[in-house]
C-alpha cells in the first residue's frame, strides 16, 4: 500500500477527464481501508469504485481511496435459490456474466452497465425493467467515523428509482465492502417485454429463451445504442427519466401527442429523458471535443481533451432547454464532483 503524489484521475473514471488528485491510494481488503481511513493527515477523502457515476469538474485536494476488493462466493443455497456475495472491488459486467455462466438468474438485464459492485446499490443501478434492489439481499459497509461494520438489509438501503440511502442521509458517511444478492437457480423469471429485447430475441431466433439469451439481446442493444467508454468517454445514462402526474402529462399530450410515457403509479407517469432531450435537438450535438452521443440523448461524452467543467455546462443547457419547451425539470443522475 503506497500513497502517490499529484495522481491523473484519468484512468479512474470513464468520463476519461484528467483531474489530478493531491494524494492516491489503493486498497485491496479492509484492513488496508481501516489504515487508511484513520490517517488524520488528509482529511479530506474520496472514496473510488469503477469511476462509471462521476464527473470530476476540478482536481481532488485531498486522498483518494480506490477499491480493490476482489471476490465471488457462494454463500448458501437450496434447490430453488443461490446467495452469492461479491466484493466491491469486481468489475459489475464481470459478476453478472459470472452468475449467467453458473446458471444463476436475477441480474441478465443488467448486463454490460459500467462500474464495480461496490457503487451498484449507491445508484440502484437499473435497465430494462429490472433494478438492482430486486435481487439484492444485504451489503456490508464500514463507517467511515468510526470504522466498524454494518450490516444493511434491503429495507435499511431505502431504495428507490436511481436511489438509496446512501445517496440521502448517509451519503459519505459508509464505504460499501461487500454485497450479497438472492438469485434464481431454476425457474428463471425473465423480463424480455422492456424496451428492444423482445425483438432483439425475435431477430436472433430464440423462442424460449434462457438467462443467456437475455444477457446477449441486452448486450447487443446497449452495444448498438451507448459508446464504448474505452473509446469514447461517457458515464452512461446521464439524466433520470422525471416521473410526473398524469394530469401534468395529458396536459403535455396537447402539444407533444408522440410523448412517451411508462405507469409509475395510479397518479404518475415515467417520461423518458432521452426524448426530451432529442426533442430539445440535442442529439447527436457536438460542441467541439464534447457533446450529447448520436444513438442516444441520455448519454453525454467527451471526444477526448474535454473538461469536466465543459461537460457540467452542457447539462445545465440541456435541463434548461427541456424545462423550457417541456415546463419538466430533469436531474442528473451522475455525481458531480
Known amino acids: 500500500m503506497h500513497i502517490e503524489q499529484n495522481t491523473s484521475l484519468k484512468p479512474y473514471n470513464t468520463f476519461g477527464i484528467d483531474a489530478k488528485a ?12 481501516t489504515t ?5 493527515d488528509y482529511p479530506n477523502k474520496l472514496i473510488l469504485g469503477g469511476g462509471s457515476n462521476m464527473l470530476l469538474t ?43 455462466n453458473n446458471n444463476y438468474g436475477g441480474i441478465e438485464n443488467l448486463s454490460l452497465i459500467p462500474g464495480n459492485v461496490g457503487t451498484a446499490p449507491i445508484q440502484n443501478i437499473g435497465a430494462y425493467g ?39 442521509e448517509a451519503k459519505g458517511k459508509y464505504i460499501i465492502t461487500n454485497v ?6 431454476k425457474d428463471h423469471k425473465l423480463h424480455v417485454h422492456y424496451g428492444a429485447i423482445a425483438s432483439e430475441l425475435e431477430n436472433e431466433g430464440v423462442t424460449n429463451p434462457t438467462i443467456q439469451d437475455v444477457s446477449k439481446a441486452v448486450i447487443a442493444i446497449r452495444e448498438s445504442k451507448l459508446p464504448n467508454p474505452k473509446i469514447i468517454g461517457n458515464c452512461g445514462s446521464f439524466f433520470k427519466n422525471p416521473v410526473i402526474s398524469k394530469v401534468e402529462f395529458n396536459k ?24 426530451l432531450i432529442e426533442k430539445a435537438g440535442f442529439k447527436g450535438k457536438t460542441f467541439g471535443h464534447y457533446g450529447v452521443h448520436k444513438n442516444q440523448a441520455l448519454v453525454l461524452v467527451n471526444y477526448g481533451g474535454a ?20 415546463g419538466i425539470s430533469i436531474e442528473a443522475e451522475v455525481n458531480i464532483l
Open 22 to 33: 493531491k494524494h492516491f491510494v489503493s486498497v485491496d481488503n479492509i484492513n488496508e481501508l
Open 36 to 40: 487508511v481511513l484513520s490517517l488524520n
Open 252 to 275: 403535455l399530450t396537447e402539444n407533444f401527442s408522440d410523448i412517451p410515457s411508462y405507469p409509475v403509479s395510479d397518479e404518475t407517469v415515467k417520461v423518458p429523458a432521452g426524448w
Open 58 to 100: 476540478k482536481d481532488f485536494d485531498g486522498l483518494v481511496i480506490k477499491l480493490g476488493f476482489k471476490g465471488i462466493e457462494v454463500v448458501s443455497e437450496d434447490e430453488d435459490f443461490v446467495t452469492v456475495k461479491a466484493q466491491a472491488g469486481e468489475v459489475w459486467h464481470d459478476f453478472v456474466l459470472w452468475t449467467i
Open 130 to 168: 429490472v433494478e438492482l434492489k430486486d435481487a439484492f439481499e444485504s451489503c456490508e459497509a464500514i463507517s467511515m467515523a468510526s470504522k466498524t461494520m454494518h450490516t444493511f438489509t434491503k429495507a435499511d438501503c431505502q431504495f428507490g428509482y436511481r436511489n438509496s440511502i446512501f445517496k440521502q
Open 307 to 326: 473538461t469536466g467543467e465543459e461537460i457540467l455546462n452542457l447539462s445545465k443547457l440541456i435541463q434548461k432547454t427541456v424545462k423550457r419547451l417541456f
Open 180 to 185: 450479497n444478492f438472492k438469485l434464481t437457480k
